[in-house]
């Protein structure tokens, strides 16, 4: 099993433009995440989705839009980047959820750094 | 704003030294994970402590959790220069979301 994967591996943008991110699961889990990481701020969550079909925001929502295409892919559109958007962004999967599962081990992909001129 | 905070923010220690990291949250949980995180990749996860345990091993990592103090410490026993990476606490309240810390950046010089 690849477990989670993301694409593309680097970017670079200019202000303005737009992008996704792509992420799939192959665990059959029911909730995705992504977050985004800066240097001394730890992990924040920007969306969520606890099955196909919902997504919610997350602590740092704004610039940013999800897509649960089904219940493996999870993708992360930036319509018109900005430079505060330069980061480190990952997403996520775990079996909790709508599950009701309280623990919620949470499964990561390898990342996407983003550069924004 | 983020519920876990790492103490100390960076260790360095001696291989064979024990290391450990300290993690404090602000309300009420059910859970508290550790992950590690090595440079350049994603998060892994190590250990899972549940409200009401107060203490979990798993190999060489001992993970307790005071919740009286909102507190939960890590200790890896006998590290090796292969530990060197980023430790981050992540709990869980009344959501199943984890919200995680800013994490602790260890060092292991060999």
């Known amino acids: 099993n690849a477990g989670v994967t993301q694409t593309p591996k680097f970017q670079v943008l200019k202000t303005g433009q737009s992008m996704t991110l792509q992420c799939a699961q192959d665990?059959?889990?029911?909730?995705m995440y992504w977050y985004r990481q800066d240097p001394g701020m730890g992990l924040r969550l920007i969306y969520y989705s606890a099955s196909e079909g919902t997504t919610d925001k997350g602590e740092v929502p704004n610039g940013y839009n999800v897509s649960r295409l089904n219940k493996r892919e999870f993708s992360l559109r930036l319509e018109s980047a900005a430079p505060s958007q330069t980061s480190v962004y990952f997403c996520?999967?775990?079996?909790?959820?709508?599950?009701?599962?309280?623990?919620?081990?949470?499964?990561f992909g390898p990342g996407t750094r983003l550069t924004v001129l | 704003s983020q519920q876990g905070e790492e103490d100390p923010q960076a260790l360095s220690i001696q291989e064979g030294e024990n290391a450990t990291m300290n993690c404090s949250y602000k309300t009420s949980i059910n859970n508290l994970q550790w992950y590690r995180q090595n440079s350049g990749r994603g998060l892994v996860h190590l250990i899972l402590i549940r409200s009401n345990e107060r203490e979990k091993h798993s190999g060489r990592l001992r993970v307790t959790l005071d919740t009286s103090k909102k507190s939960s410490s890590l200790l890896i026993t006998a590290s090796r220069a292969a530990d060197t990476a980023s430790y981050f606490c992540?709990?869980?309240?009344?959501?199943?979301?984890?919200?995680f810390g800013r994490g602790t950046s260890l060092i292991v010089h060999p």
């Open positions: 665990m059959n889990h029911n909730s």
């Open positions: 992540a709990s869980s309240g009344g959501s199943y979301i984890p919200t």
């Open positions: 996520a999967s775990s079996e909790a959820g709508l599950s009701g599962l309280s623990y919620n081990e949470q499964f």
